[in-house]
């Protein structure tokens, strides 16, 4: 799950199917009761069928851990006191290098790479609502100034965030697809 209203709607659809959601975070469900083995198909019915995943062996665990702190640094006013490598080491107590390295494999891109696709979705975002300036992006999204804002939208996206802003087109991506 990556945002609140999809973790919303699993709860629901989990409740219409009489499962007892005890808690439900972004990437976590934890039911009231041990599921038997004859509910356990059903469940895992209900999720896949919501177009939800289980993320069982470790790896995949660490790497979805690592996506949601990052979608919430991006999402929040969370500011990196030094730089993301030192902020996901110490969040998830696991060396960089190795946390970079199980990142790119599982999902074909680097951890920087995902963070700032990150940024110019929630910077997409940002410019479609229309109430904030370019530079009060820029500040938001932790650059160090509006023009390499603008660099980087350029060239993710082949446009200039003010291009992006009169064309009125949504071109912006759902973050569980980056």
């Known amino acids: ?18 499962f007892e959601v005890a808690k439900i975070e972004l990437g976590e469900l934890t039911l009231s009761e ?19 995943d289980v993320i069982s062996d470790q ?47 599982v999902e074909g891109k680097s951890v920087e790479r995902y963070f700032i696709l990150q940024k110019i979705e929630r910077a997409k975002e940002l410019i479609v609502y229309g109430e904030k300036t370019f530079s009060e992006i820029a500040f938001e999204l932790d650059y160090s100034s509006q023009q390499h804002f603008s660099r980087q939208f350029k060239k993710e996206t082949g446009l200039s965030p003010s291009h992006f802003k009169d064309i009125k087109e949504n071109r912006r991506i759902s973050i569980d697809q980056i």
């Open 34 to 52: 041990p599921v038997s083995p004859e509910k356990r198909d059903e469940l895992m019915s209900v999720i896949k069928d919501n177009g939800f």
């Open 59 to 105: 790896s995949s665990k660490l790497v979805e851990q690592v996506k949601q702190l990052i979608i919430q640094l991006v999402r929040s006013d969370i500011k990196l006191e030094s730089n993301l490598s030192d902020y996901l080491t110490k969040q998830v107590y696991k060396d960089y290098q190795q946390l970079s390295r199980l990142f790119s494999s």
């Open 1 to 18: 799950m990556v945002c609140n209203h999809c973790a919303e709607v699993l709860r629901e659809k989990l409740i219409e199917a009489n």
